[in-house]
């Protein structure tokens, strides 16, 4: 079956250092790849998306790319800042878009 | 453009309980898509609803069920509540067409508390 795995955390990062969050996803057939991401207070949000292999999603400094050799989506970052501190949610959708797994989420805080 | 909105915010109910849950989809979006979220856990996929049919179904047991009316806004019901049950539900929204990767939007969740 389809699933998704995140690295746990939380991660506590200083201001302008490197983020990466890996995830791992196991599916059949040619599934799409999400981040989205939860602000302190506010609800999920799509941060970026990738829909087949080799495609790279970015969105506000943040990049990811859909690697179907080592099925994995690792989040990226090169400087952080104390407001992307958020969770943080891997996730996988089959290929019609009808069905959607999402990883446990991994906290990051960013600290000045 | 109004986002998508659930109601209530939060409920308490007893162990065998019903419980109907409501959501307005965001304006021009057709499909609705339902998640539990449990403390500390990312959200799990319910099902999915389009065209006021059921689209896809995670794995949740038939005392989860759903709607969906014509103007997209849609009902998540629970039959014979149990303390698992407990959670935050989310509600998004999208528009289904030509493109299967149509963004979610979420709601602010109902936080229901099985007793």
């Known amino acids: 079956g389809n699933s998704v795995t995140q690295m746990e955390g939380p991660v506590t990062l200083s201001e302008e250092a490197f983020l990466t969050i890996n995830c791992t996803y196991t599916?059949?057939?040619?599934?799409?790849l999400f981040w989205y991401v939860q602000y302190p207070g506010e609800g999920l949000q799509l941060l970026l998306k990738a829909t087949k292999a080799d495609d790279k999603g970015s969105n506000k400094g943040f990049e990811a790319t859909y690697r179907k050799e080592t099925t994995s989506f690792h989040l990226e970052k090169g400087s952080v800042q104390v407001s992307d501190s958020a969770v943080y949610f891997c996730?996988?959708?089959?290929?019609?878009?009808?069905?959607?797994?999402f990883g446990t989420g991994t906290s990051l805080t960013v600290i000045p | 453009e109004t986002g998508v909105t659930q109601s209530p915010t939060h409920l308490i109910k007893t162990r065998g309980q019903q419980v109907t849950l409501r959501c307005s989809s965001q304006?021009?979006?057709?499909?609705v898509s339902w998640y539990q979220q449990a403390l500390g856990q990312g959200p799990q996929f319910i099902f999915q609803?389009?065209?006021?049919?059921?689209?896809g179904r995670g794995n949740f047991p038939p005392r989860f069920s759903g709607l969906q009316f014509p103007n997209y806004s849609s009902e998540l019901n629970v039959n014979a509540l149990e303390l698992d049950d407990s959670a935050l539900y989310l509600c998004?929204?999208?528009?289904?067409?030509?493109?299967?990767?149509?963004?979610?939007?979420f709601g602010p969740g109902t936080r229901l508390t099985v007793l």
């Open positions: 304006s021009g979006h057709n499909t």
């Open positions: 609803y389009y065209r006021e049919e059921e689209n």
């Open positions: 599916a059949t057939g040619y599934p799409s």
């Open positions: 996730a996988l959708s089959d290929y019609f878009g009808n069905q959607f797994y």
């Open positions: 998004a929204s999208s528009l289904a067409g030509t493109s299967r990767t149509n963004e979610q939007f």
